[in-house]
């Protein structure tokens, strides 16, 4: 099974979001633009595991994250990857990036102390928006920085509790990929 550890956002955020991104892909060059539904923030991305190692993933997960605390949490700027050079992802943050950052280190040091490999790329506090394929053309950015006018002020309400933390599965198919819940685990109220 394919696997990965993330922030799931809220169904009322993740439509907000959905609204306020949405005068971009308008704007914008086309983008494989993510569903809103799969909106996340991704901690660690384990790729295919062994379905026998779930239950000590999660057990390692859940130990590592039951004493930390939730948090509110809100979206920053748009971004992209790479940072500069042709435009291959569209991003927005999320703050607080210590937060999430913290987050980020603990489910990684759960995974390390069962084993289990995961992508160590370094983290960045984001949800991603689209995928640029072919990539834009480095001149594209201003285009982007145009289109993002007044989004700030469009995520300005989309505040959320960031209470919990999910283990997802994810299946690739005909329509995209689908995500499931394998696990959750709560964060202490602040």
């Known amino acids: 099974m394919r696997l990965f550890v993330a922030v799931d956002l809220p169904e009322a955020v993740k439509a907000g979001l959905d609204a306020a991104v949405a005068p971009l892909r308008a704007a914008l060059p086309a983008a494989r633009w993510v569903r809103p539904n799969l909106y996340h923030l991704t901690l660690a991305f384990l790729g295919e595991t062994a379905a026998d190692r779930a239950p000590a993933l999660a057990q ?35 703050e607080p990036a210590v937060r999430f950052v913290r987050l980020a280190e603990l489910v990684q040091d759960g995974l390390r102390a069962v084993g289990a490999p995961f992508d160590d790329k370094p983290f960045r506090s984001h949800v991603t928006l689209a995928r640029c394929d072919p990539a834009w053309p480095p001149h594209q950015r201003k285009e982007v920085g145009a289109a993002a006018e007044g989004l700030g002020e469009r995520l300005a309400g989309l505040a959320f509790a960031c209470d919990h933390v999910t283990l997802f599965s994810s299946a690739l198919g005909k329509g995209g990929s689908t995500y499931r819940a394998e696990d959750a685990f709560p964060l202490q109220a602040p």
Do not use: D, K
């Open 60 to 94: 390692a997960l859940r130990e590592q994250l039951e004493q930390e605390g939730g948090f509110r949490a809100h979206f920053s700027a748009l971004g992209s990857f790479p940072n500069s050079g042709h435009v291959r992802t569209l991003w927005v943050g999320l």
